[in-house]
T-cell receptor
């Protein structure tokens, strides 16, 4: 069974600072995908970044990067130069196996990030 | 703006009512999903449709009935719900297996209150 753990219920960061949101996972499947989503108060889940288990390099998307440590089974999200608009709930999620169309994405408990001016 | 559209945004219903939630996407995605999210909790998978056929049912009570009329539309029919079914219902879609990442694209959700 797959499991996603986010140990930080809440994080408070000053604007323009970098922030790391922690995520650890557990799976016996050698092939899997890891995702980070942002959920503002509007409710929509916004896809941020993806890391495949066989990807050799850490994923990056603009101000977002994923610190992937496969041996430690961690996939931390790093947001550089935080902005007020980054305040939201952040979820780490995992898919076991490769994308086969219909897939089961399981989410961690989430971390609420608050950016202070 | 999200490319997955959900209606209605808010719905209040009694336990004897019958209502439906609707979801539409025009990205050509062939997989569509319903997730349920209680307050301060992560989304939980309910149903997955692949090529208009039900692929995954996460042991959801029969008072929730999904329907996929075509590749762009997904409905969730609600009947005889309980107050504990009050939640945000999120619809999502994803590309088929030709996409390496297969990320889900979510709508803004339908916030349901059962009285």
């Amino acid at each position: 069974a797959q499991k996603i753990t986010q140990t930080q219920p809440g994080m408070f960061v000053q604007e323009k600072e970098a922030v790391t949101l922690d995520c650890t996972y557990d799976t016996s499947d050698p092939s899997y995908g890891l995702f980070w989503y942002k959920q503002p108060s509007s409710g929509e889940m916004i896809f941020l970044i993806y890391q495949g288990s066989y990807d050799q390099q850490n994923a990056t998307e603009g101000r977002y990067s994923l610190n992937f440590q496969k041996a430690r089974k961690s996939a931390n999200l790093v947001i550089s130069a935080s902005q007020l608009g980054d305040s939201a709930m952040y979820f780490c999620a995992m898919r076991e196996g490769r994308n086969q169309g219909a897939q089961k994405l399981v989410f961690g408990q989430g971390t609420r990030l608050t950016i202070n001016p | 703006d999200t490319e997955v559209t959900q209606t209605p945004k808010h719905l209040v219903m009694g336990m004897t009512n019958k209502k439906s939630l609707k979801c539409e996407q025009h990205m050509g995605h062939r997989a569509m999903y319903w997730y349920k999210q209680k307050a301060k909790k992560p989304p939980e998978l309910m149903f997955v449709y692949s090529y208009e056929k039900l692929s995954i049912n996460e042991s959801v009570p029969s008072r929730f009935s999904p329907e996929c009329p075509n590749s762009s539309l997904l409905n969730l029919h609600l009947h005889a719900l309980q107050p504990e079914d009050s939640a945000l219902y999120l619809c999502a879609s994803s590309q088929d297996q030709h996409s390496n990442t297969g990320e889900l694209f979510f709508g803004e959700g339908s916030r349901l209150t059962v009285l």
